[in-house]
């Protein structure tokens, strides 16, 4: 990064001066500049250069990376004017964000952990999972992309990883005005399916190029405490399994009679069996069907329940298809809730960032109203630690995790 490292002072870096009445969220320390806000650019820049944002009173704020491809214009990173955004900025980022995670116990040589999360770690557009030892970058900024080799270098230098690949995802990407290949950065990955532990529970892990693990980290604490609310040999339905987390903790922890996991994909309900033959689990069984129809199904056939979970894939992307995604939570929540016995343990979530905490517990208040059965919150959740949210820009909470009594 060259470019960077040669930056001076403040006086060679371009300037992003912002329109009256639009500095306040950014000396607060909001990380996200919209086009919408800015006055003019003074300098010349290219895509992913580092600017300092300064007020319409030419104050100075905070240094970030620009990208006139997108509507986030620019991410801010440092609120310091003595601190511009060199290579030993960004190393320190990642230094801290590690040190987090390892004074944790997450940081094993058998586990899994997402060791940078964009913006809760003063990295927006930059998340670094690692498995095992094998480190995965994705990036969703065009700023963070061009100094991706960079970075890569700085995480081997502090972890010494078995290898780092790097994915994009596209419908982010998109709004970026990016492409990314998958490629590998460091070193190779395995020819067949890593294995990680997480709760004393053993998953296989498929780093595959140009695939997504198959695995969410997220969830791992709340596969545990759930698991901890059922009654007894519980009588256990795990929709949207995927995996098999849920499922498999309710059995080796939850004390599970049996359990029943579905999912519509194919691929998820093999590697959730596969998981379960890893672990020796006999009371656990999966099956492949649409989970609407399956839960309406149980339902028309008088089937009952001692607990239900519910973790299904995100309903919308954006605040314009939330009435449709409400409908979807409402669906599937409204016919487990009729498929548990009085006094059944409902374990519910949500990772659709667009639909947020209130709405989703409105939706629930319809589904008592409409069942007439009572919803007792035992414990609202939210996402595992290694995914913090930071106080200044709380749009990156997005998993909700509602344990719920129902009589």
Request: net charge neutral.
């Amino acid at each position: 990064m060259s470019d960077e490292t040669s930056d001076a002072s403040a006086s060679s870096i371009p300037i992003v001066k912002l329109r009256p009445r639009k500095a306040q969220p950014f000396f607060g320390r909001h990380p996200w500049v919209r086009d919408s806000g800015i006055d003019k650019v003074i300098g010349k820049v290219q895509d992913g250069d580092v600017v300092q944002l300064h007020s319409d009173k030419d104050r100075f704020i905070a240094y970030g990376l620009i990208n006139r491809n997108s509507h986030l214009r620019v991410r801010l990173y440092s609120w310091d004017q003595e601190q511009p955004l060199a290579d030993e900025f960004w190393r320190g980022r990642l230094e801290r964000a590690i040190l987090m995670r390892r004074e944790m116990g997450l940081l094993q040589d058998d586990t899994g952990c997402r060791l940078v999360y964009s913006e809760a770690d003063g990295l927006s557009g930059l998340i670094v999972e690692n498995f095992a030892g094998h480190l995965m970058i994705q990036v969703t900024s065009l700023g963070m992309y061009r100094r991706i080799e960079s970075i890569a270098a700085i995480l081997t230098d502090l972890l010494q990883p078995k290898s780092i690949s790097l994915r994009g995802e596209a419908g982010i990407l998109k709004l970026e005005g990016l492409e990314v290949e998958s490629r590998m950065l460091v070193g190779e990955l395995p020819g067949e399916p890593i294995e990680i532990v997480e709760n004393d529970l053993r998953y296989e892990v498929d780093l595959s190029e140009g695939q997504k693990t198959g695995f969410y980290l997220d969830q791992r604490d709340n596969r545990r405490v759930a698991a901890s609310y059922l009654p007894h040999n519980a009588k256990v339905l795990d929709m949207f399994c995927y995996s098999g987390g849920f499922a498999m903790n309710a059995a080796r922890h939850g004390g599970a009679a049996s359990v029943h996991g579905v999912d519509g994909s194919g691929p998820a309900v093999s590697a959730a069996q596969r998981n379960v033959e890893r672990n020796q689990l006999n009371n656990v069984s999966f099956e492949k069907a649409d989970c609407f129809d399956y839960l309406k199904a149980r339902v028309d056939a008088g089937d009952k329940y001692d607990a239900i979970i519910l973790d299904p894939p995100k309903f919308t992307k954006s605040r314009r298809t939330i009435d449709e995604a409400l409908r979807a939570y409402f669906h599937i929540n409204r016919h487990a809730t009729q498929l548990l016995r009085p006094g059944g343990i409902l374990v519910t979530c949500s990772c659709s960032g667009n639909v947020s905490r209130d709405e989703f517990l409105m939706m629930l208040l319809g589904v008592s109203q409409k069942t007439g059965r009572d919803l007792r919150l035992l414990e609202q959740r939210g996402a595992a630690p290694d995914h913090p949210v930071s106080a200044t820009c709380l749009e990156n909470e997005y998993l909700k995790c509602f344990i719920a009594s129902v009589s």
